[in-house]
């Protein structure tokens, strides 16, 4: 935090919206790949798991 006290207000303002900017479209991207993944990958599980079963 100490940083950004030195850097000029607004520049500081401008840069941390462009970087939350950056990481929530990052983040939302990361994230529906790895549920679809996960979804996928469960699905597989469980469907494996009721043929050992019966």
Known sequence: MT????????FAKSL???YAAAVNMADTYDITRLSNDRKSR????T?????TRS
Do not use: D, G, W, Y
């Open 16 to 18: 941390f919206v462009f």
């Open 47 to 51: 469907s494996e798991n009721r043929a």
């Open 42 to 45: 469960q699905q597989s599980i």
């Open 3 to 10: 940083i950004m006290k030195k850097l000029p207000t607004k």
